[in-house]
């Protein structure tokens, strides 16, 4: 039980409050069993989507576990459990919360994973998204699952912009995951620096609502969000707002245009 204990914490913290929510709601109606493979698992709570290592850690542990009598109700608790206590550690918490990708020490602190936070702050947006990122790809679970989110705030009306390092690949990446009926986001690129062809748009920010701000390391890419060390800082308060406002400014005097 120890073993599964631990897989609990680590996919509950390294995944969205509804992706888990979802989870253990398919464990209590009967639609996932120990025999499933973490694809077959991730079938199940569609749209959702949590990073297969984890799916895949814990349905090992919990086949062990099934043998000595542990049934998918108990699971799907011990699932409800770790979750609300998550909560209730996030509302105790500063405004200011490390976020983090890579391994997460069993006998350290609790640390919420890059991708899980970038899911939580886009799907909690009403009005605004702000993304700025050097490089994007759309090939893996998290990265999908991160352009769907902002797929539909867009859908849901919030206004969504997106400011890229022009490398003549991040724009057919995002273009090429957008779904095709639905009309693209506003686009930025920095322009670059006259006589220095290494400088590059290097920033990585999220903001949603003017309110709530990330800086981080990662990028939107499967090494950015799975398989990197990557850390960053999010916060909530008036320093978002000016985030945002030092990027509109940057457009109004011509310094990010819009991508042709």
């Not at 199940?44 to 542990?70: F, K, Y």
């Not at 995951?177 to 999220?206: C, M, N, T």
Request: hydrophobic share 40%; charged share 25%.
């Amino acid at each position: 039980m120890k073993t599964l204990d631990k897989m609990i914490s680590k996919l509950v913290v390294g995944s969205s409050i509804e992706a888990v929510t979802e989870l253990h709601r398919a464990l209590e109606d009967g639609r996932i069993r120990s025999t499933m493979s973490a694809n077959e698992v991730l079938a199940r709570i569609r749209p959702h989507t949590i990073p297969v290592h984890l799916l895949h850690d814990l349905m090992t542990a919990w086949r062990v576990e099934e043998a000595r009598g542990m049934t998918s109700h108990t699971l799907s608790m011990t699932i409800r459990a770790c979750l609300n206590c998550c909560e209730l550690t996030r509302r105790d918490r500063q405004l200011t919360e490390l976020v983090w990708t890579g391994p997460v020490a069993t006998s350290g602190e609790m640390v919420r994973s890059t991708w899980s936070v970038f899911l939580e702050m886009i799907e909690s947006a009403d009005k605004h998204l702000l993304v700025v990122g050097y490089n994007l790809t759309s090939e893996t679970n998290t990265t999908n699952a991160i352009l769907k989110a902002l797929a539909a705030a867009k859908k849901r009306g919030c206004e969504v912009t997106i400011a890229l390092h022009d490398n003549g690949q991040n724009l057919s990446q995002l273009k090429g995951a957008w779904p095709e009926k639905l009309a693209l986001p506003r686009i930025l690129r920095w322009i670059g620096r006259q006589g220095d062809e290494l400088a590059s748009l290097h920033a990585k920010v999220l903001v949603a609502d003017k309110i709530d701000l990330l800086v981080t390391s990662a990028n939107l890419s499967y090494h950015g969000m799975e398989s990197n060390i990557e850390l960053g800082l999010r916060t909530r308060g008036e320093l978002a707002l000016q985030v945002v406002r030092h990027f509109e400014a940057l457009e109004r005097e011509g310094f990010l245009l819009p991508y042709n």
